[in-house]
């Protein structure tokens, strides 16, 4: 089971993450919604698409950016379609 952890709390745990370019990605229902917050902020991958992010929150700590999915992503990516990934301080184990 992978797990997503920031600051001692689970951000995401699941069976059915999907591994892409060294990344873990997990299902959208098994993300806890309540630590995440919508960003504006976006970025272009060449073969993805547009990827946006989440502030990541916990006991009213915010880490900027910390997670990021692809609500429309390119068809070579179409098996991520809203799985969301972490990075920047949360921590990814299996």
């Known amino acids: 089971m992978a797990r997503a952890e ?3 709390k689970i951000l995401a745990e ?3 993450v999907r591994m892409v370019e060294g990344n873990v ?3 959208p229902d098994s993300v806890r919604r309540e630590c995440l ?3 504006s902020t976006w ?4 073969w993805k698409g547009k990827a946006h992010y989440y502030t990541v929150v916990v006991d009213e700590e915010e ?3 910390a997670a990021w999915y692809y609500p429309e ?3 070579a990516a179409k ?3 809203n799985y969301v990934a972490f990075w920047k301080g949360v921590k990814v184990a299996d």
């Not at 970025?43 to 060449?46: F, H, T």
């Open 63 to 65: 880490n900027p950016d």
């Open 43 to 46: 970025s272009i991958c060449p």
């Open 14 to 16: 699941s069976d059915h």
């Open 79 to 81: 098996q991520i379609c």
């Open 37 to 39: 917050q919508e960003s």
């Open 73 to 75: 992503p390119r068809p």
């Open 25 to 27: 990605y997990f299902p």
């Open 6 to 8: 920031g600051k001692g």
